[in-house]
C-alpha cells in the first residue's frame, strides 16, 4: 500500500472492524434469545448464553490457531517469497532493528 493511501487503508481497517463487531453481537444475541425457546427472557436468559459462549469460545480458539500458523517458519518463508514477488525490501530484519529506538525525526519509521 503506498504512504499516499494509508488513510484509506486505515479507513477501510476501522470500518471493517465495526461492522464485525457489530455482526457479532447481533449474532451472539440471536443465539441467545433462540436459546430461550419462547420461555420468558427473565428466567432462562443465563442459561440460554451458553450456546453463544460456546460460539465466541470457538472462535477465540480458532483465532488462537491462526496465530500460532501464521508465526510458524512456512509463513514467514511465504512472506519473505512474497515480498520478493512484489520487489519490497528484504523482510529479514532481526527484530532488535524493529523495535528498537524510534526513526529520526524528518524519516519515516519502518
Known sequence: MPAS?????????????QVG????????????????GGGPLE???AGASHPAWLVLTACGALILVLGLVTTTPWAHRTAH?????FGL?????????????????GRPAT
Not at 29 to 34: C, P, Y
Request: aromatic letters at 2%; glycine letters at 12%; proline letters at 7%.
Open 43 to 45: 428466567e432462562g436468559f
Open 21 to 36: 463487531q457489530s455482526l457479532g453481537a447481533v449474532v451472539t444475541g440471536a443465539i441467545s434469545v433462540g436459546a430461550l
Open 89 to 105: 525490501e528484504d523482510l529479514q530484519a532481526p527484530r532488535a532493528q524493529l523495535s528498537g529506538p524510534p526513526a529520526p525525526s
Open 81 to 85: 517469497r512474497t515480498a520478493e514477488r
Open 5 to 17: 493511501r494509508a488513510g484509506a487503508a486505515g479507513a477501510v481497517a476501522s470500518t471493517s472492524r
